[in-house]
């Protein structure tokens, strides 16, 4: 039975977001972005609705009072999981986010990114991309913006091995920027290419500002530890919760 509720929640997650895509393109174009992202936060929350809803898992955010409330900064979060894309956006007032640039050419979706100035890379030509993620980065800083980024580049299986790409630290070191970590356990409730979700908490936790002054070095251990030690924890957290229904889909 939940794998059929799954199932209807992955359709209606695509379903609805092809329909938003749809119906608010002709529109993002005549709204300031700061208007644009409301409209992509109302989306967030109702799919947050849909997967409590279908499957039964609640969510719950922490450290809320670790999130700047002025200026711009980079948050760096753990990424297991669609869930964190879209929940990350509802606590940020313009987000800017770090994606592929090959996203940037999808019809509809490229052309909502462009309008939001989110930064496409070219992952292919590494010191380019860096150069270029620094450039505009910079620029979306001195704004204000808070730019979204998932230092290991990718979703990751729960309870895999991390692998923290060089990128995050290049632009704290070349930035001066303020880095936010997130930690979650959303891998545990909605995995990477899987069709099977479950029920529980899900949990992202905003950690303490890493201010910078930092040699890379340092910031590399830093920002790793924090963020895997307390993604641990959550993920330790869900297995111990006897709402939790999948204690035995993975491997540890």
């Known amino acids: 039975m939940m794998i059929l509720r799954s199932v209807l929640f992955i359709i209606l997650f695509n379903v609805l977001t092809v329909l938003q895509l749809l119906f608010w393109t002709p529109v993002y174009f005549f709204m300031p972005r700061e208007e644009g992202w409301k409209v992509v936060r109302g ?20 450290g809320l009072e670790n999130i700047p409330k002025e200026g711009g900064f980079i948050l760096a979060s753990k990424h297991q999981s669609s869930w964190e894309t879209y929940t990350m956006l509802l606590f940020l007032t313009d987000p800017s986010y770090i994606l592929k640039r090959e ?25 380019e991309a860096l150069r270029m993620m620094n450039r505009e980065a910079g620029k979306q800083l001195e704004e204000g913006r808070q730019i979204v980024i998932y230092p290991e580049g990718t979703r990751t299986m729960a309870y895999s091995e991390p692998s923290y790409k060089y990128g995050i630290t290049h632009m704290y070191e070349n930035l001066d920027a303020r880095i936010l970590p997130a930690a979650l356990n959303s891998g545990l409730f909605w995995p990477r290419n899987s069709l099977r979700l479950y029920k529980g908490t899900c949990i992202l936790e905003f950690l303490p500002v890493i201010e910078p002054g930092l040699n890379g070095k340092e910031f590399s251990a830093q920002i790793a530890s924090a963020i895997e030690e307390k993604s641990n924890a959550l993920m330790a957290e869900a297995q111990n919760d006897p709402e939790f229904d999948g204690k035995n889909a993975f491997d540890r």
């Open 43 to 62: 989306w967030g929350w109702l799919n947050l609705w849909m997967q409590y809803w279908l499957i039964g898992t609640r969510c719950e955010f922490r």
């Open 103 to 127: 996203l940037m050419l999808l019809p509809f979706f490229g052309w909502f990114a462009m309008k939001m100035n989110v930064i496409g890379v070219n992952r292919g030509k590494r010191s």
